[in-house]
């Protein structure tokens, strides 16, 4: 037995062992982008950026149906064009020269509607809305192509709607559904960057919203529901509100202040410093079980030689 338990005790820490260095590429990709760097923050407050930049759960809101924008063939539409009064749709405010996070929320939905067993244009609607008026309908007509490849059902490419827009009518859209933003400078000093949270809404075939899902993964089981639940004119409930931030460009320091490394660096040092413990502790433990049955484990002489295991 006691052999048993030093090769347990063994195990255990070449897991540990194996764990630490899988931990490392991990914490690397986190903070490793080049010159981007986390930025600096005092106390535990946030910056007084992301004040700005919040998702406000709006439930049973109703969406500016009359407002105004363009789609990705450069046709006039008004939001209300995807609400039939039959099918829920998909609504998500990004933009489209997003250098990271709405590339990241894009990536998520694709992955998730792969498992969601509901067709595009049949089911239901994508509408996806630039935050950003000088964007074009050239550039949305690129997205809704690149996005639509990814998802690998050109099938479904009427059930795909990538809009621009002037500013009071992303305004409109964006309060209704409480989507916070700011213009902040990119790497060139000019104010061509936002800073924004992620973040994706259901709404009813009457364009109301249903549900939100926030971050950049979502489970498509939870999609699924939402659209079911939508379809029939249900409203959700609200959701915990852990965001993700997009970064943004400090031209002070040169640098890129990447919030959303803040938020999953601190989820990864959590949960790998629980599992630390928990491996440090298991070691310890199967060190004394095996010193204390050593102590008390009669030996070969006395016992004849006989093994009594």
């Known amino acids: 037995m006691a052999t048993t338990i030093r090769k347990q005790a063994k195990g255990a820490k070449k897991f540990a062992l194996v764990l630490a260095l899988a931990c490392v590429p991990m914490m690397a ?67 489209y020269n997003c250098p990271m996070l709405c590339s990241e929320e894009m990536d998520g939905l694709v992955s998730a509607l792969l498992m969601v067993h509901l067709v595009p ?22 997205k809704k192509a690149f996005y639509l490849k990814r998802y690998g059902h050109p099938e479904t490419a009427d059930g795909w709607h990538f809009l621009t827009g002037q500013k009071p009518a992303i305004d409109a859209l964006t309060g209704s559904i409480g989507f916070g933003y700011e213009r902040v400078p990119g790497p ?23 549900q939100y899902y ?37 031209p002070q320091i040169n640098k890129h202040s990447l919030i959303v490394a803040r938020v999953v660096q601190l989820g990864g040092m959590v949960t790998v410093a629980s599992l630390g413990s928990f491996i440090f502790l298991m070691f310890r433990r199967d060190l004394k079980v095996g010193r204390e049955y050593d102590s008390h484990e009669p030996d070969d002489e006395t016992t004849g030689g006989t093994d009594k295991g």
Do not use: W
């Not at 998702?55 to 995807?82: H, I, M």
């Not at 935050?131 to 050239?138: A, C, L, V």
């Not at 000093?189 to 075939?205: D, K």
């Open 188 to 210: 060139d000093g000019t104010m061509s960057q936002f800073a924004h949270a992620s973040s994706i809404e259901i709404a009813t075939p009457q364009g109301r919203l249903a």
């Open 214 to 250: 926030l971050g950049v993964e979502y489970s498509p089981k939870d999609v699924l529901l939402g659209l079911i639940d939508a379809s029939g004119n249900k409203i959700g409930s609200p959701v915990a509100n852990i965001l993700t931030y997009c970064y943004h460009y400090d």
């Open 121 to 142: 244009g049949k089911d239901f609607q994508i509408v996806v809305v630039s935050i950003d008026p000088s964007e074009t309908p050239e550039l949305a007509a690129k």
């Open 29 to 95: 990709q986190v903070s490793g982008y080049g010159d981007k760097a986390q930025g600096e923050n005092t106390g535990d407050q946030l910056p007084q950026i992301l004040k700005k930049v919040q998702v406000t759960q709006r439930l049973n809101q109703e969406l500016p149906l009359n407002a105004q924008f363009v789609d990705d063939t450069g046709a006039p539409v008004t939001l209300g064009k995807y609400f039939d009064g039959k099918h829920p749709a998909i609504v998500t405010a990004v933009y």
